[in-house]
């Protein structure tokens, strides 16, 4: 596949400019944050970010497992849905990626006869979403099933104080 080697060779600026369009998703003050280091302990959030494009980035590049693929999909869902992104809004990035690789390769698409690899990508990308869509899902369960018991050992801490019971809860 000739498109592979291309995806291959413009791969930092593809995935810088992929980055980017994510940090431009924060608020401009968060956004600068998550743009000065990528350092795991210093910014965790775009260190996360970084990692998990570049997981999914090679799995669309080269075959990946699929558990392989998820993890690195939930790497960058799992900031999103903690920060009450709409699913829309959460999985907005995996549809960027379709205008970038067009932008970045336009000519060489045009050059190479290429529409069809291109075709094939964006038809991968599309199922990257469905798959996306089950990750932000089972995330944002996890959330609430998480903020559920947490309201109820509160309520139950707080009946036990008052001398009312709360082991029913």
Request: aromatic share 8%; with cysteine; glycine share 6%.
């Amino acid at each position: 596949m000739r498109l592979t080697a291309l995806l291959s060779e413009k791969k930092s600026v593809i995935l810088g400019r992929w980055l980017n369009l994510i940090f431009e998703s924060y608020a401009p003050e968060t956004a600068i944050f998550l743009r000065k280091d990528h350092d795991r302990f210093d910014n965790p959030m775009g260190y996360r970010l970084s990692q998990g494009l570049a997981g999914v980035y090679e799995a669309l590049i080269h075959e990946m497992d699929k558990d392989k693929l998820l993890n690195h999909l939930d790497e960058i869902i799992r900031i999103r849905v903690l920060q009450n992104f709409a699913p829309s809004q959460a999985l907005a990035f995996i549809f960027l990626l379709k205008n970038l690789v067009r932008e970045e390769l336009a000519e060489d698409i045009q050059k190479g006869n290429l529409a069809g690899e291109v075709m094939e990508l964006e038809a991968c990308i599309d199922g990257l979403a469905l798959l996306a869509f089950d990750v932000y899902t089972k995330r944002r369960d996890k959330l609430q099933e998480i903020r559920v018991n947490e309201m109820k050992q509160s309520i139950s801490g707080l009946l036990r104080k008052a001398g009312i019971g709360g082991d029913s809860l």
